[in-house]
C-alpha cells in the first residue's frame, strides 16, 4: 500500500472512529429497542465517560515515546472539539420542536455534517506530525484501536440507521 494511502486511511479511521465514539458519548438514551435486543440505556455521563475511556484506550495503546507525547495533546483537543461539535448537534436536534418540513430538516442535517467535517479535518490536521512519527507496529494499533467494536458500534447504528423500533 502506497504510503500517502496508508496515512489517508489511517486518518480517515480515526475520524470516523471518533465520529462514533462522540455520537455515542454525547447523545441521549435512544428509545428503548424490542425485548429481546433490550440492555440498559446510558445517560449523558455514561456516554461522556465512554468517550474519555476511547481516547485514552487509543493514548494507551499507542504507547508513544517521550518526543510522541509532546505532539498528543493537539490531537486530543481535537479530537475533544469533534465531540463537542457532536454532543451541541444532539441536543439541538433533541430540544427543538418537531418540524415537519423535510427541506428545513435536510437543510439542517446538512449543515451538521459540515460542523463534523469540519471537526474532523482539524483533527487529521493535529493528528498529521504525530502520525508522521508512528511505527508501523504502532500504526498498525492505531487502525485497531479506531475500530468501533461492541456495544458502542452497535448503538451508533441503532442512532444513525433508525433500528431502534425496526429490529
Keep these: 500500500m502506497k504510503p500517502r ?4 486511511s489511517a ?10 465514539a462522540s455520537a455515542l458519548a ?7 429497542p424490542p425485548a429481546a ?8 455521563e455514561d456516554r461522556a465517560a465512554m468517550m474519555d475511556a476511547h481516547i485514552a484506550a487509543i493514548h494507551a495503546g499507542l504507547k508513544l515515546t517521550p518526543d510522541q507525547e509532546k505532539l498528543w495533546p493537539p490531537v486530543e ?3 475533544r472539539d469533534m465531540a463537542k461539535v457532536a454532543t451541541d448537534a444532539r441536543a439541538t436536534r433533541t430540544a427543538g420542536t418537531p ?10 442535517m446538512g449543515d451538521m455534517m459540515s460542523q463534523r467535517g469540519t471537526a474532523m479535518v482539524k483533527v487529521a490536521t493535529a493528528a498529521r506530525p504525530l502520525y ?4 508501523d507496529d504502532q500504526k498498525r494499533r492505531l487502525r485497531l484501536l479506531m475500530r468501533p467494536t461492541g456495544a458502542r458500534h ?12 425496526r429490529h
Design 132 to 135: 508522521a512519527t508512528l511505527s
Design 5 to 8: 494511502h496508508l496515512f489517508t
Design 99 to 108: 418540524d415537519n418540513d423535510p427541506l428545513e430538516r435536510m437543510a439542517r
Design 37 to 44: 435486543m433490550s440492555r440498559p440505556s446510558l445517560s449523558s
Design 11 to 20: 486518518i480517515a479511521a480515526i475520524g470516523t472512529g471518533l465520529i462514533a
Design 26 to 32: 454525547q447523545q441521549t438514551a435512544p428509545p428503548a
Design 77 to 79: 483537543a481535537a479530537a
Design 154 to 165: 452497535e448503538d451508533h447504528h441503532r442512532e444513525h440507521h433508525g433500528w431502534n423500533d
